[in-house]
Each structure stands twice: as structure tokens, then as C-alpha cells.
């Protein structure tokens, strides 16, 4: 089942008795799918199922949903930060069907390139990405190889084999607890009791819902979390850049016809994103989270710009990634993608104190 059409599913924007069916099929299926999560969680907790721990600091960031929750600024956000203080770091990321991390420049290496490995790479070069679904083997390849002094973990909350000194967790106010289901009836990958585990949990996407609903979001966590720090923040766009080089400010952006796409986990932020920039897309198209791009799938956007007389494609620097701009520069289409990094409206400070906590006792008094 396409993406796009679980979460309509799910969501219950689909009706009729064949959804309900399949509604109440994901929901037998989410029981079980339950009992595993419940289950490996609580051998972790009893230390049945072995922790292992690394030679130096590492900083878990992930979520407890499906995708989109923006939880890459925040990887980069941190590696930078940690850089600035002269910290050698690595980020340990699984990769997602993925044997490369360059970006594809022939037809070869479009099949091999990845995603969130290829923007951290490029964000933070003087970091090393260590693509391993074995995130303990990883970390020590970053260690022993590598002479890492922090591990950044790229979506680590759910892999606890492997210990962390803090814990970020990235909620998307949008859709913090996606339909308050676990998988595959809702979008959450624990239930939202695990969040007891986080020592920070930053809720992006601020900008984007009401004061209301950040208000009751915070309450909510911090009734199933007193402990934590919670901050908020927002991705905020820069610029939008093209294949040359070339750099499209937020002003002239406004001025052009643009027609948006992605293949994300949450579509919708991003589209309005670009409505918040004072874009109005003349059209749109979503993709599954992930989906690798042929260029039979950039002819389809060329022709679709083309048609509601678009002079600009834009979409996210993840799919721009996958994505040889080529394709589109053949058909006389420009291809961009926005450029944004996250911003602290609150608690950044306190975010930073808990990191040079850790950084004291695991590393500077060494």
C-alpha cells in the first residue's frame, strides 16, 4: 500500500466497510506488533538482552513515529554544535537501502545513492558518517578507526543495543503521536510511554500549529516525562539552491511559479513550509517516503511543471539527494531544493547544558 494512502487510511479520511475492514486488520496487526516492542523493551529493562557501551560519549537522536519528524537538522545541529568545541565526532547512521554515500552523478549510481548519509555528509565534513545497521560494530569502527571522540546516533531511540549518555527525542507538532496508534494502524513505533526513556525531547515544527496545541503537547509530555528538558523549534528555510550552484533567495522565490514535490515522511510540512516562504505551488506531487527517483519519474514532474506553467521545481534536500538534475535541465525545467536548519525558540540553552554535561564527564576530565 502506498504511503499516501495508509495515512488516509489510518487517519479515517478513507471511509466506506472496505476501510473499516482493512482498518481493523491493521489493528490486529498492531497487537502483535505491540506485544514485540513491549517485550524487547522490557529484557532491555531487566538487562536480559545484553547493553553494550562505547569507549567515549554517544548522543542518541531519534522519534517515536514513522519519519518526518525533521530529526536530521537536529543530527546536524548537534554535530556542529559539538565541532564548534572542537570535538571530533562521528554519526552513526544504518543507512536506508544503501551502499554509497556520494551522490550519484551517472545512471549507475542512481540505484546506490542515499539520503539522510548523503546530507550529513555534506552538512558536516569534518565529521565521519559511518553507514552501519550494526550500530555497535559502527561504533567501534568510528572509535578504533576513526578516533571519534563523540558518536552522534542518526535514529537511535529504538536501538538499544547499544548505550547512550543522552537521549533526543524529535517530536513533530504537527503530528506528535501519530493517530495514537502503533504501527500498522497508527504511525508510532513505540507506544508513547517509552518517551519516560528521553532525556530531551525538542518538538519541531513549532511554527506550524497554534499556541494552544504546543501548549497541551508540552503538558502532555511532561505529565509522561517531569525529568526531561523539552524545547521547542522550527525548521527554518535559507535559501533555495540549484544544480550550478546557483543560490534563490526567499524574496525571489516568491516572484517565480513553482510546482513542489517530495517523498517524505511527513509531505504535508514541507509543502507548508513552502507556503510559509509566500510560495504558492501552481502543483504538487507526493512520493513514498524514501522512494528512489528514475529518470522516468523526473520526465512525469518536468511534464507536470510543464503543465501548470511552473518555472521552477522545488522540492527537499533529502530528495534532491536521489535525484540527477540533469534529467530536468535536458527538458529546460530548473530543479532546486530549500535549504532550511533548525531553530531554537526555547530551551536551547538548557539543551546545550545537559550536552557539555555529558562532554565534562565522559571527555574533557579525561
Known amino acids: 500500500m502506498k504511503q499516501e494512502n495508509h495515512r488516509k487510511l489510518i487517519s479515517g479520511q478513507r471511509e466506506g466497510f472496505a476501510a473499516g475492514i482493512l482498518r481493523f486488520f491493521l489493528g490486529v496487526a498492531a497487537v502483535g506488533y505491540s506485544l514485540a516492542v513491549l517485550l524487547r523493551n522490557f529484557l532491555y529493562a531487566k538487562s536480559w538482552l545484553k547493553i553494550h557501551r ?11 513515529t514513522t519519519g518526518g519528524t525533521g530529526k536530521t537538522p537536529l543530527v546536524i545541529w548537534v554535530c556542529q554544535f559539538l565541532q564548534q568545541k572542537g570535538i571530533h565526532c562521528a554519526i552513526l547512521t544504518r543507512g536506508y537501502k544503501a551502499h554509497s554515500r556520494k551522490r550519484a552523478t551517472s545512471d549507475e549510481e542512481r540505484g546506490t ?3 539522510e548519509p548523503a546530507i550529513l555528509a555534506e ?3 569534518q565529521a565521519k558518517v559511518v553507514v552501519n545497521p550494526n550500530r555497535v560494530a559502527g561504533a567501534a569502527e568510528a572509535v578504533n578507526q576513526f578516533g571519534a571522540d563523540v558518536l552522534i546516533m542518526d535514529d ?11 537521549d533526543i527525542v524529535a517530536i513533530d507538532a504537527t503530528m506528535p503521536f501519530g493517530y495514537g496508534r502503533l504501527l500498522p494502524a497508527g504511525l508510532l513505533r ?12 525538542v518538538i519541531t515544527r513549532c511554527d506550524q500549529v497554534d499556541q494552544d496545541a ?7 509530555l511532561r505529565r509522561l516525562n517531569p525529568q526531561a528538558v523539552i524545547t521547542r523549534s522550527i525548521h527554518a528555510p535559507l535559501v533555495a539552491r540549484t544544480a550550478d550552484g546557483e543560490e ?3 524574496k525571489e522565490l516568491r516572484s ?5 514535490f517530495c517523498g517524505i515522511g511527513n509531505p504535508q510540512a514541507f509543502f507548508d513550509t513552502v507556503k510559509g516562504v509566500g510560495c504558492d505551488p501552481a502543483g504538487s506531487k507526493v512520493y513514498d517516503d524514501h522512494h528512489h527517483y528514475t529518470p522516468g519519474d523526473v520526465a512525469d514532474l518536468c511534464e507536470e511543471a510543464g503543465r501548470s506553467k511552473a518555472d521552477l521545481i522545488l522540492t527537499t534536500e533529502k530528495d534532491w539527494t536521489k535525484i540527477d538534475a540533469r534529467d530536468a535541465a535536458k527538458r529546460n525545467m530548473p530543479l532546486a531544493y530549500l535549504a532550511v536548519q533548525i531553530e531554537f525558540l526555547a530551551g536551547q540553552d538548557r539543551l546545550e547544558g545537559l550536552i557539555e554535561n555529558v562532554l565534562r564527564s565522559k571527555i574533557l576530565d579525561k
Request: charged residues 30%; positive net charge.
Open 214 to 220: 504546543l501548549t497541551e503537547l508540552e503538558r502532555k
Open 190 to 201: 513505540e507506544p508513547i510511554t517509552a518517551l519516560r526513556r528521553a532525556d530531551v525531547v
Open 113 to 115: 545513492r542515499t539520503d
Open 54 to 64: 562505547a569507549d567515549t560519549a554517544v548522543f542518541s537522536i531519534g522519534n517515536i
Open 248 to 250: 534563490i533567495s526567499l
Open 156 to 166: 537511535g531511540f529504538q536501538h538499544r543495543r547499544l548505550a547512550r549518555d543522552l
Open 123 to 125: 552538512s558536516c565534513p
Open 256 to 260: 517565480r511559479k513553482i510546482f513542489a
